[in-house]
C-alpha cells in the first residue's frame, strides 16, 4: 500500500514536472522557471526602483552563481560544498527570503549570538546585491557606477550635495567607475 | 625628521615624566586595568569590499548636520586631492573621509575609510585632564563640549589624528570628531548613519566580540584572501572599529607602529592615585611650554636642513 502510494505520487509529481517544469535530469531550475524581470525596490528613497532584467542575465551566469545551491545546481564554491551538496531545489529562492533587509537592526543581532547559528556572517539584503553585481560585473565589464544601475532620486539630490543641490563651486561627475 | 616632529611622543614624555615623579611619592601603585566594555558595539571594515562610492561620507554629513561640503559626495576628484602632501583627513567639516590607494600588485584601485577607531582605552579619553571624553558601554568615544577647556591635549594624543578642532569661536572650544552617532543612533541600538548607507557592506556594525569573529572567519574561509591580520583587535589595547585587508596595512595608509597597548597607559595609572588638577598641570603646562619653543626649535632646524641641501646642491653643481 504504502509503495503504491509512493508511486502514484512519483508519477504525479514527474507528470507536473512534465507540464510546468521543462524536463530535465535532474530536479533543477532554469533560466525558464525564473521571471523574466524583477523590479527592486525595496530599500533606499535615495535611488529609484531597478528594474533587473533577469532573463538577460540568466544567459550570462548560470543559477547557482547567484542562488548559491537553492535552484538545485551544485555550488562552486567547496566551502559551501561541505554540507549543500544535494540536487534538490529549495523551497526558497528569491535573495530577500534569506537576506536581511534590515541586516543590523537589534532583533536581528541578537539572533547572532546563538552559538548553533553557522551563517553568522550572511550578507544583509543590499550588501548581498551589491558584493554579488559589483564583483561579476568588474569582471565583465558590466556597468560599476551607482548611477549606471540606479537614478537618483531628489532625495538622493539632497544627501549627495549633488545635481539641483550642488554646492555653489562644485563639479559633478556621474557614477563612479574603477 | 619625522621624530623631531612626533608632537605626541614628546607631550607623553613629559606627562610620562610628572607621572613617575608621583608614582615615585606613592610608593606602590595598583595598575587598574580597564578591560573594556564586553558588550560593547563595533564595527568590521572589509576593504575588500570598499568600492569608494562615498555613501558614508554623505550619509554622515547628513546625520551629524556638518557643514556642507566643497564638492558634491559624487565627486570623485577628491581621491585625487593632496593637502600638504597628504591624503584627505578627517576635520571639523568631516567626521569621515574615504581615501584612495593605487597599489602597485593591484590591478584596481583600494579604499579606505577614516573616522574615529572607538578606541577600547582611548588615549584621548585618559589624556584629558577634565574629563571631557566618555567611553560608553555601548563602545562610543563620546565628548562633552561644555567641560572642554579647549587645551587639545587630546588631538596631540589620538594615535589616528582624530579629533580637530573648531575655530568658530574662542570661548566656546570645541573638538570635533566621529561620534560613532552615539545620540541619534547608537544608544538606542541602532546601526551609525555610515553603516546603514554602504551598499558592499564594507562596513559590519554588531557587537565588537562578534564582528571579530566575523574577520577571523573571513580571513580563514577564504584563504589567501586576506592578510592575517585584524587592525584594531589588539592595536592601541583594541579598538571598536577594526578592519581586514588583502594587502599589508601599511600601503592603504594605516600606522603599523603604534603600540599594540593602550596609549599613555602610565597616565592613567597615575590619574587613577592622585588627584589629576593638583598635579598634572604643572606637568602640561610645562609641556605646552615646551611645545611651544619646540615649534620654532623644529622651524630653525628645518631652515637650517634646507640651507644644508642648497649648500649641496652648489656643491654638487
Ligand atoms: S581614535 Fe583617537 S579620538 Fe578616537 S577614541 Fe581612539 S584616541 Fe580617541
Ligand atoms: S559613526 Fe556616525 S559620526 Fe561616525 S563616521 Fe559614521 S556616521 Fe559619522
Ligand atoms: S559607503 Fe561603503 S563602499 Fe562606499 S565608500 Fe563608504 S565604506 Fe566604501
Known amino acids: ?178 | 625628521m619625522k621624530q623631531l616632529l612626533n608632537r605626541r611622543n614628546f607631550l607623553k614624555g613629559g606627562l610620562a615624566a610628572t607621572a613617575s615623579a608621583a608614582v615615585l611619592k606613592n610608593k606602590k601603585t595598583e595598575a587598574h586595568s580597564f578591560e573594556g566594555y564586553p558588550d560593547g558595539m563595533g564595527v568590521l571594515v572589509d576593504l575588500t569590499r570598499c568600492v569608494g562610492c562615498r555613501s558614508c561620507e554623505a550619509a554622515c554629513n547628513k546625520e551629524q548636520g556638518l557643514p556642507e561640503p566643497a564638492k558634491p559626495f559624487d565627486d570623485f576628484s577628491v581621491f585625487d586631492e593632496m593637502h600638504h602632501g597628504q591624503k584627505r583627513r578627517t576635520d571639523e567639516t568631516a567626521y569621515t573621509i574615504v581615501n584612495r590607494y593605487d597599489v602597485p600588485e593591484i590591478d584596481h584601485p583600494l579604499f579606505r575609510k577614516i573616522q574615529c577607531n572607538h578606541c577600547e582605552e582611548p588615549a584621548c579619553l585618559t589624556s584629558c585632564f577634565v574629563n571631557a571624553y566618555t567611553k560608553t558601554p555601548e563602545g562610543a568615544v563620546i565628548y562633552n563640549p561644555k567641560v572642554c577647556v579647549g587645551c587639545r591635549t587630546c588631538m596631540i594624543a589620538c594615535p589616528f589624528y582624530i579629533p580637530t578642532f573648531k575655530y568658530s569661536s574662542a570661548f566656546k572650544p570645541r573638538i570635533m570628531k566621529c561620534i560613532f552617532c552615539y545620540d541619534t543612533r547608537l544608544k538606542d541600538g541602532k546601526p551609525p548613519a555610515c553603516v546603514e548607507a554602504c551598499p558592499q557592506e564594507a562596513l559590519t556594525f554588531g557587537k565588537r566580540t562578534d564582528v571579530l569573529k566575523m574577520g577571523k572567519q573571513r580571513i580563514q574561509q577564504k584563504a589567501g584572501k586576506y592578510v592575517d591580520h585584524i587592525y584594531g583587535e589588539h592595536e592601541v589595547g583594541g579598538t571598536a572599529w577594526m578592519y581586514i585587508s588583502d594587502v599589508p596595512f601599511d600601503k592603504v595608509g594605516f600606522d603599523t607602529h603604534v603600540p599594540k597597548e593602550p596609549i599613555l597607559n602610565s597616565v592613567k595609572e597615575f590619574l587613577g592615585i592622585v588627584p589629576m588638577v593638583l598635579t598634572i598641570w604643572p606637568g602640561l603646562f610645562v609641556g605646552f611650554h615646551l611645545l611651544a619653543t619646540r615649534k620654532d626649535k623644529v622651524k630653525e632646524m628645518k631652515e637650517a636642513e634646507d640651507r644644508n641641501n642648497n649648500d649641496e646642491k652648489e656643491g654638487q653643481a
Open chain 1, 1 to 178: 500500500m504504502r509503495t503504491r502510494k509512493k508511486i502514484v505520487r512519483t508519477a504525479f509529481a514527474l507528470a507536473i514536472g512534465t507540464v510546468f517544469i521543462v524536463p530535465s535530469q535532474t530536479w533543477c531550475m532554469d533560466a525558464s522557471d525564473a521571471p523574466e524581470s524583477v523590479t527592486i525596490d525595496t530599500m533606499s528613497d535615495l535611488y529609484g526602483p531597478v528594474e533587473f532584467d533577469h532573463l538577460m542575465h540568466s544567459e550570462y551566469a548560470s543559477c547557482q552563481e547567484c542562488h548559491h545551491q537553492t535552484t538545485g545546481e551544485i555550488v562552486v564554491d567547496p566551502n559551501c560544498g561541505r554540507c549543500h551538496h544535494s540536487h534538490d531545489e529549495n523551497d526558497i529562492v528569491s535573495c530577500s527570503e534569506c537576506h536581511e533587509a534590515d541586516r543590523f537592526n537589534k532583533t536581528y543581532l541578537k539572533t547572532l549570538e546563538n552559538p548553533e547559528l553557522y551563517h553568522f556572517d550572511k550578507p544583509g539584503l543590499k550588501g548581498a546585491f551589491h558584493l554579488n553585481c559589483v564583483r561579476c560585473h568588474e569582471i565583465t565589464s558590466g556597468p560599476t557606477g551607482c548611477q549606471e544601475c540606479h537614478t537618483m532620486t531628489e532625495a538622493g539630490e539632497k544627501r549627495f550635495n549633488t545635481g539641483s543641490y550642488a554646492p555653489a563651486k562644485g563639479t559633478a561627475s556621474s557614477g563612479h567607475e574603477h
